[in-house]
């Protein structure tokens, strides 16, 4: 009988362990091997006892893929953990990329075809940040990187205007770092020129973690000195609506329901 080669490439959501999904805790705990940040296996803590950490620092993602498929191919049940849904901006795709590198005869690792993979998702934290202030993913939403250390200034510039011009929901994924902090900034202002000044914006800081800040603000007050890379961002569109019901405070984006009600 052939030996099962097992990797889960697992999503654990932003962070609280109420929000991990049911299928990920069954995966870590049928793994022998854990791959990860050190940070995420923190977070999810008890569920990481009696497993094999393997912890890569922040930049050795393409380190973390090949690891787990090595693991994975000699044997040992593994699970590959980003925080977040692992297919959003994470580990997913790297793991992906690899398999087809390989298919095209540009890796030499025919065993990592052998190993089964279960892409297991996890709560993204643009969901998380909506769910913390009511419903404002509620209609057409999308994201975009303000990172461009894999991807292109150009390329994010024109994503920028275009959902602008859509008048998506926006929410901004790695808004500013040591090195970059005038991208946010850049993305205010276009986004300023296709929707009111006054659109609610949500800065979501570590998000269901114990240290978590939720702030609402206008379009026109966001600066990216008020924001870091563990913060989200995400803008209402032309209709998201910020509504005060004493000391409740809500944003709501509406699909559109005001003809029937």
């Known amino acids: 009988m052939s030996l099962k080669k097992q990797l889960f490439v697992v999503g654990m959501g932003p962070g609280n362990a109420d929000l991990v999904a049911p299928k990920a805790l069954k995966a870590v705990e049928q793994s022998t091997d854990l791959v990860a940040y050190g940070l995420y296996l923190d977070l999810l803590g008890e569920p990481c006892n009696n497993k094999v950490h393997h912890d890569l620092p922040l930049g050795e993602e393409i380190g973390r893929a090949r690891l787990a498929l090595d693991l994975a191919a000699s044997g040992k049940t593994t699970s590959l953990i980003s925080s977040g849904d692992i297919g959003i901006y994470a580990m997913a795709t790297l793991v992906f990329e690899l398999l087809d590198r ?19 998702p996890g709560i993204s934290a643009m969901q998380a940040g909506a769910s913390r202030i009511g419903a ?7 994201t975009v990187s303000l990172s461009d250390l894999l991807t292109p200034w150009e390329t994010i510039d024109k ?3 275009s959902a602008g011009e859509g008048d998506f929901v926006i929410s901004f994924y790695n808004p500013v770092s040591k090195k970059r902090d005038w991208q946010l900034n850049h993305a205010r202002d276009v986004l300023l020129k296709y929707r009111p000044a006054s659109t609610p914006v949500l800065l979501g ?20 000195k008020d924001v870091d890379m563990f913060t989200l961002v995400s803008v209402g569109n032309s209709e998201s609506r910020h509504i005060i019901n004493g000391e409740k405070s809500w944003v709501y984006t509406p699909r559109g329901y005001k003809k029937k009600l």
């Open 102 to 120: 390989q298919l095209q005869g540009l890796e030499d690792h025919p065993e990592w075809l052998d190993v089964e993979i279960d892409v297991i």
């Open 136 to 142: 404002m993913l509620g209609h057409d939403f999308c």
């Open 159 to 161: 994503r920028i205007h």
């Open 205 to 224: 800081r570590q998000l269901t973690r114990e240290d978590e800040t939720i702030r609402i603000i206008r379009l026109d007050e966001l600066d990216a």
